[in-house]
């Protein structure tokens, strides 16, 4: 609508605005401009979600078990380790309550508001359609708004729209199908005013607005499990079919000898509870812990923990352009100078808006002092120009107040030898007409050398070519050239001129029709956000580790896919997609174009939450980085969404589980391969826990069938399953990088936590130890020894082989005594640990009352520590058959 149509339809007065009363009455029908709070979950229900883990219901379970059967200090540890795994992930609970928070301080500021004929300050949550909003450089837009009148108006939309660029707004209407980004008359809630004034009338509030839609999106976007936590579940699953089994098994093996029921239930009930890997929950929540500690280290802060392993199960990384893949910094790398030879190309060194770096020729550096076109050209982009370079302050960096695109002008001129501040003060202005997106030109008049008026103008080189006039075509037709050529290169291309005068007692009167065919071209400038120098690097690690980066820009799709293909994510039959044709799509049809689409342009927060959900019905593990408000949705909706913490929004960190301090893409990537190192070191741990707890399991069963007394007694069986395993996981997660991780291939959603290969290196090194436990534990008693004599060996001998095994679980394929063996001290200290456990339990009276056991004497010791060592043996072996 037309601004007149727009106010008749609220029933507001331009020149009085609404009244007190009026605006009172708005808002009891309309409601205060805030965004719904959501529902608040109580602390024992976020505590009794951690809880739902199959796992965990296994130990507790187990632990009733035990209590039942008076094993207390079984059960007391079970507990406290079902406890401590329930306040951690606590802690890492309550996001969705956090974004929608940091939503709604949004709408936490003062506004100036047209009421009663006059300006006045009110809290943005009283906003109402209606309201009359005054806006200026700085100002937050506190409501959806439609323009009434706009004077040289810029807001920053990047938040909204992913527009890596403020747009330039204007009164005039736009067809009522428009993509956000294009709804030039619109203000949005949440947008930053960057230069300008205006006076908008307010045309919606709270949830009604597109800030408000989008938290609703993002109340909707359900956060699926990670695939860890499927992992579990399944593991989980099995492990409870697998200890059922096992108590059934020896219910009928014990009644089968004529046993007491009693001591039969107790033999069985034990045996169950040695199947539950009781330190797996706080092994895992310690592994993820470190790894969380490593990416903070690199610039990854992780908000959940289950992101780390998630983190390395991703199979495609959708990314943001602006600032991750791209340097946020608009910079000039080329010039064309108009000549009689065709023109002259410049090329410009250096990058961001520092101004270092220099102007190559053909023939070498150039200076703007030397070569009168180019000095005529960087006197017009600093003259026309309303943006500011600012030297470093406190070791900071250069930076500009303003457009970035004139901020780059600048910084060229800076280059060249021209001194900004002398040039802008010894040429006053004296007047101009601002940028306007009809005419995709701005204009500046000033003094000209000979003392006549001249304007200076600078734009698109479709609107600043009509007015060249003057020129030949030859010329013209080069230009036209020249700016294709440039286009095609993925820049950001202006033309600048300089027109005489006709009038320069009346400016404002001037327009095109006054300036057509008087202007002079003074060359074309390219300009680019460049890459991250480290991305090149990183995407091509990402596509080695089998992971397909996807660029999602708020940029034209062309420039998006040319970038996309500097940086390695597209390739020659790669296509771009934006909005429009994404939303012309059906289901079907994207799911079998998803993966040829290398990039997808101005897409909005509803279809980037689309996005996600059809890369993951195609069975991809998606991590999503985003910075703005239009982000969240698909940042929660992801199975791993990264916010940017530089440019990021608060939103769209609070959406996510992972933040990125510095905005960099390599960042992501080093993250990527931490959180393989984390996947690799939990299945080390748990092929650890599974082989120990079935040695138990076997050695234990081979006694029964036999018809020997039991190996070991229930506190022994505790001692080993707490301590001698506890001092060697939780160390065991520590274990460094391989070196190989991004050269494989992502952890397939599907894959069991526990996978065959993993089953036969178990069944291997829990063969071989029971074996060897049950032979020499048989042996003992033929030879005479007391039982209890007997079990202190077994019980020391299984201490031993669990020692070995905790080494040769390191690596599938490397040898214990390869010199990678000693790069974990903390698994060193462990062990030391351990051993001087073990050690007090044998030798201390005290412990030997407790644990029933007797000091051996120093000829036995070598030799149980030799019939260990036939695990190690036996498990190198197979390392040596398989590296071979």
């Known amino acids: 609508m037309p601004p007149a149509a727009a106010l008749q339809q609220l029933g507001t007065d331009a020149e009085l605005g609404l009244s007190a009363e009026d605006a009172a009455r708005r808002l009891t029908v309309h409601g205060p401009n805030t965004l719904p709070e959501p529902s608040t979950r109580p602390y024992w229900a976020i505590f009794l979600r951690q809880l739902r883990s199959p796992l965990i219901a296994i130990l507790g379970v187990a632990a009733g078990l035990a ?6 200090g079984d059960a007391a540890v079970i507990v406290v380790v079902v406890l401590i795994n329930g306040l951690l992930g606590s802690l890492q609970e309550g996001r969705a309550e956090r974004s929608m928070a940091a939503l709604r301080q949004l709408a936490a500021v003062q506004v100036r508001v047209w009421r009663d004929g006059a300006e006045q300050l009110a809290p943005a949550h009283a906003m109402v359609p209606g309201d009359v909003l005054l806006l200026a450089a700085g100002d937050a837009v506190a409501a959806d708004a439609r323009l009434l009148e706009a004077v040289r108006l810029q807001v ?19 067809p009522e199908a428009s993509a956000l980004a294009d709804r030039h008359c619109m203000l949005h809630a949440g947008t930053l005013v960057t230069a300008g004034r205006a006076r908008a009338l307010v045309v919606a509030t709270g949830r009604h607005t597109e800030i408000g839609r989008i938290a609703g999106l993002t109340q909707r976007a359900q956060e699926p499990p990670t695939p860890l936590e499927q992992r579990l579940e399944r593991f989980g699953r099995a492990l409870t079919l697998a200890a059922l089994g096992l108590f059934a098994l020896v219910m009928a093996l014990g009644l089968w000898r004529d046993m007491p029921l009693a001591e039969v239930l107790m033999v069985a009930i034990s045996q169950m509870v040695s199947m539950v890997p009781e330190g797996l929950p706080v092994a895992m929540t310690i592994a993820l812990a470190v790894g969380m500690q490593r990416m903070a280290a690199r610039g990854a802060i992780i908000r959940r923990l289950a992101a780390v392993e998630t983190l390395g199960s991703t199979t495609v990384i959708c990314s943001d352009k602006t600032g991750t893949l791209t340097r946020n910094e608009m910079t000039v790398v080329a010039l064309w100078l108009p000549g009689d030879t065709g023109g002259q190309r410049l090329q410009v060194q250096g990058s961001g808006y520092a101004p270092q770096g220099t102007l190559l020729a053909a023939d070498g550096p150039v ?20 943006a500011q370079l600012l030297p470093p302050a406190d070791g900071a960096v250069w930076r500009i107040v303003g457009d970035p695109t004139e901020g780059a002008l600048l910084t060229l001129a800076a280059k060249a030898g021209l001194d900004v501040d002398t040039t802008r003060a010894a040429t006053r202005r004296l007047a101009e007409q601002p940028f306007d997106a009809d005419t995709q030109r701005m204009a500046t008049l000033h003094p000209g050398p000979d003392g006549r008026a001249q304007w200076l103008v600078k734009g698109s080189p479709e609107a600043v070519l009509r007015l060249c006039g003057a020129e030949r075509p030859a010329t013209l037709q080069a230009a036209r050239a020249q700016a294709e050529a440039l286009a095609g290169q993925a820049l950001r291309v202006l033309a600048l001129a300089v027109i005489d005068a006709v009038d320069p007692q009346a400016p404002s009167a001037v327009d095109d029709s006054d300036l057509v065919a008087r202007g002079r071209l003074l060359g074309l400038v390219g300009q680019i956000d460049p890459p991250r120098e480290a991305a090149p690097a990183a995407v091509a690690a990402c596509q080695a580790a089998g992971i397909r980066p996807v660029m999602v820009t708020g940029d034209h799709k062309l420039t998006g896919l040319a970038i996309a293909r500097t940086l390695g994510i597209a390739g020659p039959d790669d296509r771009a997609v934006d909005g429009p044709e994404l939303e012309r799509m059906g289901e079907a049809e994207l799911l079998d174009a998803l993966p040829a689409i290398a990039v997808f342009a101005r897409v909005q927060p509803a279809q980037k939450l689309r996005i996600v959900e059809a890369l993951q019905a195609r069975g ?7 910075d703005g408000v239009n982000d969240a949705p698909a940042l929660a909706r992801a199975d791993v969404g990264v916010a940017m913490g530089r ?7 609070s959406a996510a589980r992972i933040v990125i301090t510095d905005d960099d893409f390599a960042t992501l990537v080093h993250a990527v391969a931490q959180g393989r190192v984390v996947y690799a070191n939990l299945k080390k741990v748990i092929l650890y826990l599974f082989a120990t707890s079935v040695d138990e399991v076997i050695l234990l069963l081979l006694c029964l069938v036999a018809g020997l007394p039991l190996p070991l007694v229930a506190v022994q069986i505790l001692w080993i399953n707490i301590v001698t395993e506890g001092t060697l996981t939780v160390n065991l997660v520590m274990d460094p990088a391989d070196g190989d991780e991004m050269r494989r291939a992502p952890t397939a959603r599907d894959e069991a936590l526990f996978d065959r290969r993993m089953l036969l290196r178990a069944a291997l090194m829990a063969l071989s130890a029971a074996a060897v436990a049950f032979v020499w534990f048989q042996w003992r008693l033929g030879v005479g020894i007391a039982l209890e004599q007997a079990r202190t060996e077994v019980f020391t ?5 669990q020692w ?19 790069h974990n001290r903390w698994l060193a200290a462990g062990l ?15 412990m030997n009352a407790l644990f029933h056991t007797v000091p051996l004497d120093g000829s036995t010791l070598p030799v149980l520590l030799a019939l260990a060592a036939l695990v190690l043996g036996v498990e190198e072996a197979r390392k040596r058959l398989m590296r071979r």
């Open 67 to 72: 209590l039942a059967m008076g094993h207390l």
């Open 156 to 174: 920053a939309e990047a938040a909204l729209t992913g527009e890596s660029v403020p747009v330039t707004k204007t009164v005039a209407a736009v």
């Open 367 to 386: 200076q703007a002092t030397a070569l009168p076109d180019l000095h005529a050209l960087l006197r017009a982009a600093v003259l026309c120009n309303d």
């Open 620 to 626: 991809e593990v998606v991590a999503m980085t985003g």
């Open 647 to 653: 440019s990021g929004t608060e939103v769209a960190k």
């Open 797 to 801: 001998l299984v201490a031993l082989t």
């Open 804 to 822: 070995f095994n905790m080494l040769s679980c390191r690596s599938a394929t490397a040898s214990v005594f390869s010199r990678r063996a000693l």
């Open 832 to 846: 030391g640990l351990s051993v001087v456990l073990q050690a007090a339990v044998l030798y201390l009276p005290a």
